[in-house]
């Protein structure tokens, strides 16, 4: 069994790691040896990235650092992560797919929608996918994940696999006369999820979703009283070292995340100890490699509950790049490389990451760096690279202290700046 154990690297540091290595730990030149056509080339060790959002940008800065080639596979012309797209194609396509990975060393993710079957023929090809299929499926499905995670017997919403109108009224029934409904596949910031009290709210996604492969289900859940959201970020590597970061406190405006803090108020203790260790059991039994984001509930009678998965460096996370000993963005490189992994404690007391949503009616963000630098000099700016448009996620900012009530200040001023 692996063992588990806490790093003592000072106050702030409270890193927790679970290694299976029993000897010495993968280093670069052994890593760099699993890419046998790159060596052959005397070339640097390339990574590949399906998907060219922000998430792919950010990787970027941490894949110089640690002299890494970065290749991008880019839905479109000019998303966020245009500064390393190798190429513009279909990420559904395998022949794309295929091609875009015959440049690379190990593949890894911006998003959780590449199909399976084109995750299958890259496996079937010989090519390194971290996360592989067998993981992500769970993170595609939101069925499947339910289904898993209860196996697992960790804590989850009540919930149920509803085929049509008349059971999803049942569920409402048995459950106080509301629901939350979800589609399986495909809902993100808060697209796919619906509070209802009858099932014809819905009665639309049954219809919609008749070729979906799941004939039509959807997944219905209780109506959780939470007194807060939080979100436990671990990384794992293909050997089974894991390393977590402290559990934060999430913030969510219409169901996208506007606010994080780090570490979570009031989480030492028992509730530190759940979150990792709940993260870190579906990290190992699920197989994933890289980032896990495990969102999560902290009710109003005293549960912690598993919300959402996603297997890929996620928005809670952002607030490590300036805050933490390792970003998640480096620690992501490194658990897809076989590379150790890095300390995961804050550099001070408080981390707040206020995300800019929408940003201004006119002109770009860099329009109003210098009112923002000028008043805000320790906050940290992270610019997308995306049109402003409503709702739209084009930037964070980050700051961090000793006390709370100044660091969430200027988090939010500094990020208001970039609001109309």
């Known amino acids: 069994m692996p063992s588990t154990h806490v790093a003592a690297r000072g106050p702030r540091d409270r890193t927790r790691y679970r290694s299976s290595h029993t000897g010495r730990s993968l280093d670069w030149d052994v890593a760099a040896r699993t890419a046998p056509h790159r060596a052959e080339r005397g070339e640097r060790v390339r990574v590949g990235v399906i998907g060219a959002g922000q998430l792919a940008r950010m990787m970027v800065p941490a894949a110089i650092e640690l002299g890494v080639e970065l290749r991008v596979l880019a839905e479109a012309e000019g998303m966020s992560a245009a500064i390393a797209a190798e190429r513009v194609g279909d990420y559904t396509d395998v022949t794309t797919v295929l091609e875009f990975a015959r440049g690379v060393d190990v593949i890894t993710f911006d998003h959780e929608h590449v199909p399976q079957h084109v995750l299958h023929a890259l496996v079937?090809?010989?090519?390194?996918?971290?996360?592989?299929?067998?993981?992500?499926?769970?993170?595609?499905?939101?069925?499947?994940?339910?289904?898993?995670?209860?196996?697992?017997?960790?804590p989850v919403p009540d919930w149920a696999r509803v085929t049509t109108v008349g059971e999803l009224d049942d569920f409402i029934a048995d459950h106080g006369g509301a629901a939350v409904v979800k589609t399986p596949r495909g809902g993100y910031d808060g697209k796919g999820v619906r509070v209802v009290r009858s099932a014809a709210e819905v009665a639309e996604w049954f219809a919609g979703l008749a070729e979906d492969g799941r004939e039509g289900a959807l997944l219905a859940e209780e109506l959780v009283e939470f007194r807060r959201e939080l979100a436990?970020?671990?990384?794992?590597?293909?050997?089974?070292?894991?390393?977590?970061?402290?559990?934060?406190e999430t913030v969510q405006v219409g169901g996208v995340c506007s606010?994080?803090?780090?570490?979570?108020?009031?989480?030492?203790?028992?509730?530190?100890?759940?979150?990792?260790?709940?993260?870190?059991?579906?990290?190992?039994?699920?197989g994933v490699v890289g980032v896990l984001a495990v969102e999560l509930f902290e009710t109003t009678d005293d549960r912690i509950l598993v919300n959402e998965l996603a297997m890929r460096p996620h928005n809670s996370g952002h607030w490590s790049m300036d805050g933490s000993t390792t970003g998640q963005f480096e620690q992501h490189l490194r658990a897809v490389l076989d590379l150790p992994l890095g300390g995961t404690g804050t550099h001070d007391e408080w981390a707040v990451m206020v995300n800019v949503l929408g940003g201004p009616e006119q002109g770009t963000l860099a329009d109003r760096y210098a009112e923002a630098l000028e008043g805000h000099p320790t906050v940290k700016i992270h610019n997308y690279g995306k049109d402003p448009?409503?709702?739209?996620?084009?930037?964070?900012?980050?700051?961090?202290?000793?006390?709370?009530?100044?660091?969430?200040?200027?988090?939010?001023?500094?990020?208001?700046?970039?609001?109309?």
């Open 259 to 286: 606010e994080v803090i780090a570490p979570a108020p009031h989480s030492a203790g028992r509730l530190a100890d759940v979150a990792a260790d709940v993260a870190i059991t579906i990290a190992e039994r699920l």
């Open 232 to 248: 436990q970020l671990v990384a794992r590597r293909p050997g089974g070292e894991v390393a977590a970061w402290p559990v934060v």
């Open 389 to 420: 448009r409503p709702g739209r996620k084009v930037g964070h900012v980050t700051a961090i202290g000793p006390d709370l009530d100044d660091v969430v200040y200027e988090a939010r001023a500094a990020a208001a700046v970039f609001q109309d």
């Open 124 to 154: 079937d090809a010989g090519v390194p996918v971290r996360p592989g299929p067998d993981a992500l499926r769970y993170a595609q499905d939101k069925l499947l994940m339910r289904e898993r995670l209860s196996e697992f017997g960790l």
